[in-house]
Each structure stands twice: as C-alpha cells, then as structure tokens.
T-cell receptor, first 115, second 119 residues
Framework: AQSVAQPEDQVNVAEGNPLTVKCTYSVSGNPYLFWYVQYPNRGLQFLLKYITGDNLVKGSYGFEAEFNKSQTSFHLKKPSALVSDSALYFCAVRDSMDSNYQLIWGAGTKLIIKP | DAGVIQSPRHEVTEMGQEVTLRCKPISGHNSLFWYRQTMMRGLELLIYFNNNVPIDDSGMPEDRFSAKMPNASFSTLKIQPSEPRDSAVYFC?????????????????FGPGTRLLVL
C-alpha cells in the first residue's frame, strides 16, 4: 500500500539558517513526489515535484528537494530561511504504476521561522 | 488564468440544512478533486472525477454527501442534511492528465477553499 510520512509535526528554524522538512514514502513502483505549502486561511500551493531524472529538484520561493531512492525520502530544503516561509508544508506521493490519479498526503509539518 | 474558483468562501449554517459548495476548475483541466481539511483528520480526499465521470468516491463520509460534475467547468459538493461534525474547510483541486492510463505525475492546483461551519 502507498503511504507517506512526515515525521515532524513542527520544525523551528531561526531566520537565515538552512531548513529541512522531512518526508519519507512507500510505493510499489516508482514514485511521483510533490511538495505543497499552505499559508493561513489559504489553499495549498504547489512548490515542486519529482517525476524522473535529476534527483535534486528546484521549485518556487528558493525551495528544493532531493529524491533519495535508497532511503525512500524526499526532504524539502532551503539554504536560508525567511520569516515569510512560516507555513504548513505537505508532502504527497503517487505510485507511477497506479492508474488512480489520487495523491497520498502526509499529515503536514508546521514550519516556524523565528526572526 | 484565474485558477480554481470556489464559492462560497465562507458558509455558516444550522444543523439539518442543505449546503452546496461550488467549484470551477482551471479551463482545460480534465480531473477534479474534492478534499476536506480538519485539524483532527488532516487532508482527506472525498471524491475525484476524470472527464466529468466520478472515478473514486470511497472517501465520501456517508450518504449525506453527494457530488456532481455536469460539465467540464463546474462541480458541486452537497451535504444534506448537514451536521456539526461536517464543519471543515473544503477544497477543490484540478489537474490535466495528458495521457491515458497511468498519467505522468500531473500537478493538482487547489482553490482557496470553502470554510464551512455547521451550528
């Protein structure tokens, strides 16, 4: 069965420091992996995705994520955090072998950037 | 592009009343998803459509919930009768699947959501 885990409910980072939000997954075939961000009282916004190819994916707002097949991980990273990055972050996965278009969603990680 | 449009943005109703949520997907998209978000249960997929046909409604909580997609540019989610436990934020998302079969990792784009409060 497909699954995705975000092991941290909350991550606290000082402004200017690097940040990492963790995501691990489990699928039968090859994964399609996504990161979304949700600001308060807003819908989810797409940040980046991994489909195939280069393991390092660059996305919006200076975020990037690294696909690691051996560790079944897709951690979200940013070299220097901004206070405006404070939001709720969701990881999602779909099995490329699955004809069902559903995404399996993580529980979300609240990122707090302190000035 | 206007993005996914949802209405109303906020809805306050009394228990037992009928509630209808509306969604206009991004023009040209052929898949539409309805989600519910609560603090307790997180983000849940309720139902999704492909080419206006419901594909998987296993996430619909019970018979009080129904969804329709009469054409490619409009979908509704109806709750009748509503109950306080239905209070949540309901999101609609759409995507374009360019190939048949398994697709190729198409991105879902979300609307701003409808915040529903059932008293």
């Amino acid at each position: 069965a497909q699954s995705v885990a975000q092991p941290e409910d909350q991550v606290n980072v000082a402004e200017g420091n690097p940040l990492t939000v963790k995501c691990t997954y489990s699928v039968s075939g090859n994964p399609y992996l996504f990161w979304y961000v949700q600001y308060p009282n807003r819908g989810l916004q797409f940040l980046l995705k991994y489909i195939t190819g280069d393991n390092l994916v660059k996305g919006s707002y200076g975020f990037e994520a690294e696909f690691n097949k051996s560790q079944t991980s897709f951690h979200l990273k940013k070299p220097s955090a901004l206070v405006s990055d404070s939001a709720l972050y969701f990881c999602a996965v779909r099995d490329s072998m699955d004809s069902n278009y559903q995404l399996i969603w993580g529980a979300g990680t609240k990122l707090i950037i302190k000035p | 592009d206007a993005g996914v449009i949802q209405s109303p943005r906020h809805e306050v109703t009394e228990m037992g009343q009928e509630v209808t949520l509306r969604c206009k997907p991004i023009s040209g998209h052929n898949s539409l998803f309805w989600y519910r978000q609560t603090m307790m249960r997180g983000l849940e997929l309720l139902i999704y459509f492909n080419n206006n046909v419901p594909i998987d409604d296993s996430g619909m909580p019970e018979d009080r919930f129904s969804a329709k997609m009469p054409n490619a540019s409009f979908s509704t989610l109806k709750i009748q009768p509503s109950e306080p436990r239905d209070s949540a934020v309901y999101f609609c998302a759409s995507s374009l699947h360019r190939t048949s079969g398994r697709g190729s990792g198409e991105t879902q784009y979300f609307g701003p959501g409808t915040r529903l409060l059932v008293l």
